[in-house]
């Protein structure tokens, strides 16, 4: 099964019109927590990103919370590798808490679930870096960023899905009356 299919039989991509927490209108919700109600789904997302870092040498792979956890650890898994999980600190970046081990010269592979503008993975490979940790790649579920973003290494995505938005005041799904729907909340 291809990924957007298996996000497709999730119930992960929503069809319609909605209204973005930017205000912006948008023909298509991504509801990417739901692909994580199958095990099996998330091992074969996991495969595809294990399969595109196959002939890189990788120490640990590193995830923020949450879905980054369970992301992590279903890679590292397939890889034969450690796993670690970086959490909200303090500060709210993301950083390495519970005796999280990176040695310097470590070999990081960073995964995490949909990719829009990158905040998190920053936080990541800066934490990583901290620890003089290595950051060999990144490799999420699903890339929807609009131009590309350079981490200062290779990302991998199993899906490629733009995000597509209107500014509310020009949005032709409102010019063709299709009910406007906030979703969430569930
Ligand atoms: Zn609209």
Request: proline fraction near 5%; glycine fraction near 10%.
């Given at each position: 099964m291809k990924?957007?299919?298996?996000?497709?039989?999730?119930?992960?991509?929503?069809?319609?019109h909605f209204?973005?927490?930017?205000?912006?209108?948008?023909?298509v919700?991504w509801?990417?927590?739901?692909?994580m109600q199958?095990?099996?789904y998330?091992?074969?997302?996991?495969?595809?990103?294990?399969?595109?870092y196959?002939?890189?040498?990788?120490?640990?792979?590193?995830?923020?919370?949450t879905?980054?956890?369970?992301?992590?650890f279903?890679?590292?898994?397939?890889?034969?590798?450690?796993?670690?999980?970086?959490?909200?600190a303090e500060?709210?970046?993301?950083a390495?808490?519970?005796?999280?081990?990176?040695?310097?010269g470590?070999?990081?592979?960073?995964?995490?679930?949909?990719?829009?503008t990158?905040?998190?993975?920053?936080?990541v490979?800066a934490?990583?870096k901290e620890?003089?940790g290595?950051v060999?790649?990144?490799?999420v579920?699903?890339?929807?960023?609009?131009?590309?973003?350079?981490?200062?290494?290779p990302l991998?995505?199993?899906?490629r899905?733009?995000?597509?938005?209107?500014?509310?005041?020009?949005c032709p799904?409102c010019?063709a009356k299709i009910p406007?729907?906030?979703?969430?909340?569930?």
């Open positions: 990924a957007e299919e298996m996000f497709r039989k999730s119930g992960a991509i929503l069809d319609g209204i973005l927490t930017s205000g912006r209108h948008s023909p919700y509801e990417k927590f739901k692909v199958y095990p099996q998330v091992s074969q997302l996991c495969g595809m990103i294990v399969e595109h196959k002939n890189e040498s990788i120490d640990l792979v590193a995830g923020p919370t879905a980054g956890i369970i992301l992590a279903e890679v590292a898994r397939q890889m034969g590798v450690r796993a670690i999980y970086a959490e909200k500060n709210k970046t993301f390495f808490k519970r005796g999280a081990a990176i040695s310097p470590d070999r990081v592979l960073v995964v995490d679930d949909v990719l829009t990158g905040g998190s993975i920053r936080e490979i934490a990583v620890r003089k290595i060999v790649g990144v490799g579920l699903v890339d929807r960023t609009e131009h590309p973003l350079d981490f200062g290494a991998y995505g199993c899906v899905a733009e995000a597509i938005s209107y500014p509310a005041e020009n799904l010019a406007l729907v906030k979703p969430g909340g569930s």
